[in-house]
């Protein structure tokens, strides 16, 4: 069997366009498939839209209690699928239904675990292109795993890699970097791209930001590491301008060492700007754990409708 999860946040211009083309796909393929649409909190007419497919015995629609945020829905999602695959896939159709079957057939030809894609020919603004170029460079370095795009959520798992996703029960996570984890044989193949169907992309670039961080605050304690060598060679740096001054305020006299008076400020304003950023970033770890210690659910499902349910 064949599982999809697709999350959704007020996606209500795309879901009908997205449902005829997809529903096809899966049934021309010819293997049992179940879809499995998350609401993620749409404060639109999309979770009315979705109940009227849940008249197919193929498909549930999980309602989530608010907007827990992309990565949160699809985990909600995992916890249902019953599929020896399980493929996820935006709803905005930049990623077309029709490169399902291909990444079925790598999957299957390769035996992988984990298939992701690579979006050729990308639809999206420079202002789109440029952060994801630096996800995907963070992601090569921390993961150690030599994919091209990890921004692209049009990928396939094994299903004992989507459970041992769900054991981890992290608040805040990245699910292709923490696929290769738990995934020995990787790859991806290309898949053409096209513009948004209909809406706004729900992934401004706070949600970017956001995104970076649970990258690197999950996987990585690389930012610490680099703190603290900062500091120890700042700090070296400091002593020995310090004996510097001490030298030619003797040799040259109180003038001269007058005559620095802005220089030094300027250096410690250098110095207080790196301290506040060093402190920004130890927040965003400390946040985390903070979030962590305190064992809220990553996300509540409030309604499951499907069959005689919807």
């Known amino acids: 069997m064949i599982s999809l999860v697709i999350p959704l946040y007020n996606e209500e211009a795309n879901i009908a366009a997205l449902m005829e083309r997809l529903l096809p796909v899966m049934q021309e393929f010819g293997e049992p498939f179940e879809l499995i649409l998350v609401d ?8 009315a839209l979705l109940q009227a497919y849940t008249a197919q015995p193929e ?3 999980v309602e989530l209690t608010r907007n827990y945020g992309q990565h949160a829905a699809i985990m909600a999602g995992f916890s249902l ?3 020896d695959i399980v493929i996820t896939l935006d709803a905005d159709l930049q990623n077309p239904p029709e490169e399902i079957p ?8 390769g035996n992988y675990d984990v298939v992701g894609t690579i979006r050729k020919g990308r639809k999206d603004s420079l202002f789109r292109i440029m952060p994801s170029k630096l996800i ?16 692209c959520m049009l990928r ?8 041992r996703m769900l054991s981890c029960r992290e608040h805040a996570t990245f699910i292709p970097a923490l696929a290769t984890h738990f995934g020995k044989r990787v790859t991806e193949i290309e898949v053409t791209h096209e513009e948004r169907y209909g809406g706004k992309s729900n992934y401004p670039l706070r949600k970017l930001i956001n995104l970076q961080f649970d990258l690197v605050a999950s996987f990585s304690e690389l930012p610490l590491k680099l703190l603290m060598y900062g500091g120890i060679t700042m700090s070296f740096l400091g002593v020995l301008f310090g004996v510097v001054l001490v030298v030619a305020r ?7 060492a007058a005559q620095g008076v802005f220089t030094l400020f300027a250096i410690l304003f250098v110095f207080v700007g790196m301290q506040f950023f060093a402190l920004g970033i130890i927040g965003e770890y400390i946040g985390r754990i903070y979030r ?3 064992k809220r659910p990553e996300y509540v499902i409030e309604r499951i409708y499907a069959g005689d349910n919807a």
């Open 40 to 47: 993620d909190g749409s404060s639109d007419g999309s979770l």
């Open 59 to 61: 498909i549930k629609v």
């Open 81 to 83: 699928v019953q599929g």
């Open 102 to 109: 291909r990444l079925i057939a790598k999957m299957t030809e």
């Open 136 to 151: 995907n460079m963070v992601a090569r370095t921390i993961t150690g795993v030599k994919m091209t795009d990890w921004g």
């Open 156 to 163: 396939a798992y094994r299903r004992p890699v989507v459970e």
């Open 250 to 256: 003797l040799n040259y006299g109180a003038h001269w």
């Open 292 to 294: 962590e210690v305190r």
